[in-house]
């Protein structure tokens, strides 16, 4: 059970929160928990689609995205954020089995990517505290200094899904998945 009251529908959750969960119904088609939870303040879910919104006009490929997602919820142990990301990894960005299992490691089966998901878990890990060989790794790959800039965000704002369900407790609303961490 929640920890923190999750709205039933968009009707119940705060007026000024109700347009942005429209917007997100209208995007999904559904509004999973993550967001009616975060929907108790209208400043934080206007936060939260604010970046999400403007890292996906970044240059990181979507699968890249979900990949790095995958790697930090198995970081933090986020069973909420693991469950989503292999549901939307696999539907939309049509990761397979093996892909979404060396993400949850840290890694990827794809090259270029590899690089990117090395380095986003080893900043979650660190607590962005890494060498200077680890960035000339994504240059090296190449990856220039925005992308290196979009993956530290998108760490960030996983970190930040991955403490809100954790702190909340919120309900999976997807196929579960557990993480190593838990389990």
Same mark, same amino acid.
């Given at each position: 059970?929640?920890r923190?009251?999750t ?7 705060p ?26 303040? &209208? *400043? /934080? ?5 604010? !970046?999400?919104? =403007?890292?996906?006009? @970044?240059?990181? &490929? *979507? /699968? ?5 997602? !995958?790697a930090? =919820?198995?970081?933090? @142990? ?7 990301h ?5 539907n ?15 890694t990827s ?8 998901v ?5 900043v ?7 060498d ?38 919120t ?7 557990t ?5």
């Amino acid at each position: 059970m929640s920890r923190i009251q999750t709205p039933a529908t968009i009707e119940e959750a705060p007026a000024a929160s109700r347009p942005m969960l429209e917007a997100v119904q209208k995007k999904l088609g559904v509004t999973p928990n993550l967001f009616r939870l975060v929907s108790n303040s &209208p *400043a /934080a879910l206007e936060g939260y689609l604010s !970046l999400s919104g =403007a890292l996906e006009k @970044g240059t990181l &490929p *979507a /699968a890249t995205r979900e990949r790095i997602a !995958l790697a930090i =919820a198995e970081v933090n @142990g986020c069973d909420y954020c693991l469950s989503a990301h292999t549901y939307l990894g696999k539907n939309l960005a049509k990761l397979d089995e093996a892909e979404i299992a060396a993400n949850r490691s840290g890694t990827s089966n794809d090259p270029m990517a590899d690089v990117a998901v090395r380095f986003a878990a080893k900043v979650a890990l660190s607590r962005g505290h890494v060498d200077d060989a680890d960035v000339q790794s994504l240059k090296s790959a190449g990856y220039d200094d925005a992308q290196t800039v979009e993956i530290v965000l998108h760490v960030a704002l996983n970190t930040w899904t991955n403490y809100i369900n954790e702190v909340g407790k919120t309900a999976i609303d997807f196929p579960v998945v557990t993480s190593r961490k838990s389990a």
